[in-house]
């Protein structure tokens, strides 16, 4: 079994971002846990985040362009050349179209993980017909609030890990909103995902760090 993925998304928050991100990338590297920790950094923090050691570092988004005329896009390639050995694509606060992603996947190397986010079921499984390596689902309404999706509607959790499956048994489910501790991962375990992406409930925390080594005490 592959391990678990403890994806943080370090948004534009200021304890995200510029030297806060590699402050916060560090931490995660240090954490002593065989789940695979991965920090989803501005394109602005790819370089610096990328250079700790242990860390794997995602970008937060992607466009399907190539090298030229393209401003203010996100070029992969360039991406890439500046650490990025993943990317997130398709989050509830940056949607794009399926054939966004589908163009992008088609540019990216095989072994180039992209982790689409879903907001429902039905997303989910449109999405799982790409055959992306990861599908996160995230409900829009509970991200970033106090209640995790594991207590909120644990069924939407084990119905996207179901419907995915049936559409590619390949591809590995993550779930996220509102996750903020131990207890929310390894109930998102029990229900079939093979990890979280959260975000606030390690940038907002008072002490990260302790955040950050509670997540994986349960696995």
Known sequence: MEAPLIVVNFKTYTTAMAAAAEKLGKQ????DTNARMVAVVSAFDL???SSISGLEVWSQHLDPVGQGSHTGWLEPETAIARGAVGTVINHAEHKVSIEHVAKLM???PDDFPICAC??????????AELGPKFIAVEPPELIGGDISVTTADPTIVSDTVAAVKDVNP???VLCGAGVKNGKDVATAIELGAEGVLLASGVTKASDAAAVLEDLVSHL
């Not at 995660?28 to 954490?31: C, K, L, P, R, T």
Request: net charge negative.
């Open 28 to 31: 995660m590297a240090s954490v």
């Open 47 to 49: 370089h610096a985040v």
């Open 106 to 108: 088609s540019m990216l």
């Open 118 to 127: 879903a907001a429902d079921v039905e997303e989910a499984r449109a999405l």
């Open 170 to 172: 390949n591809v590995r």
